[in-house]
């Protein structure tokens, strides 16, 4: 018994350390391919968690100069549909009022996007909230929701018309709100020392 009992524990060592290096063997054989596969997931997924300054930035200002181009196809569509009279000046109204109120805001949403970024951090998340401004980002947070609820409901309404440009337009209207909350909520960088000192200099001039 005492032999057959030191065979089986014999075996099982055996077969254990051999269990071990082969898969330290498959580790080291496959390590490459684990590297690219950490490097790869990296790649993806971290730009669709995380914005930058910049990233957010161009996903406003896409969605500000495509909206002429989406409008322009969405009358189009409209007018195809029959929707307006083909002998009367009906789709030009909303057209003009339209090119005029984008022209005449251009330099408005310019000024806010400056104004939500500048001093925002390099890197931040979609949820980015600063705890210093509770009302200031509790404000914005809850104007986005609405402009996020009004592009869901545009989204809703395209699926069941079966408006493709209306739900790429819902759509990029949901991202750009996401990126802009995110871009004026994100925790302040701090103001460069020289700056904070020649302020400082001033107010005591004063």
């Known amino acids: 018994c005492r032999v057959a009992g030191t065979g089986v524990a014999a075996v099982v060592s055996t077969a ?19 590297t690219s596969f950490a490097r790869a997931r990296t790649l993806v997924f971290t730009p669709l968690l995380t914005l930058t300054r910049l990233r957010a930035t161009l996903i406003a200002c896409v969605w500000w100069l495509s909206a002429p181009v989406f409008v ?15 002998e009367a ?19 408005l949403f310019v000024i806010a996007i400056w104004w939500a970024g500048h001093r ?6 979609w ?33 069941q018309q079966e408006y493709a440009i209306s739900m790429g337009w ?17 925790p302040r960088a701090a103001r460069s020392p020289v700056r904070a000192e020649l302020r400082h200099t001033d107010r005591s001039d004063r």
Do not use: H
């Not at 925002?120 to 998340?125: E, G, H, I, L, S």
């Not at 210093?132 to 609820?149: N, Q, Y």
């Not at 209207?173 to 909350?181: C, E, G, H, I, K």
């Open 120 to 125: 925002a951090p390099r890197v931040f998340t």
């Open 170 to 186: 819902a759509v990029l209207n949901v991202t750009s709100a996401l990126a802009v909350r995110a871009l004026a909520s994100a």
């Open 89 to 107: 000046d009906a789709i030009m109204m909303p057209i003009v009022s339209f090119a005029i109120g984008w022209l005449w805001c251009t330099p």
């Open 16 to 34: 254990s350390k051999l269990v071990t290096a082969y898969r330290a063997g498959i580790a080291v054989r496959f390590a490459p391919t684990f």
């Open 127 to 159: 949820a980015a909230w600063d705890g210093s401004r509770p009302w200031r980002v509790g404000i914005t947070s809850v104007v986005v929701c609405l402009w996020v609820a009004y592009a869901i409901e545009s989204l809703l309404n395209g699926v």
């Open 72 to 86: 322009a196809l969405y009358f189009d569509e409209q007018f195809q549909r029959g929707a307006f009279p083909p």
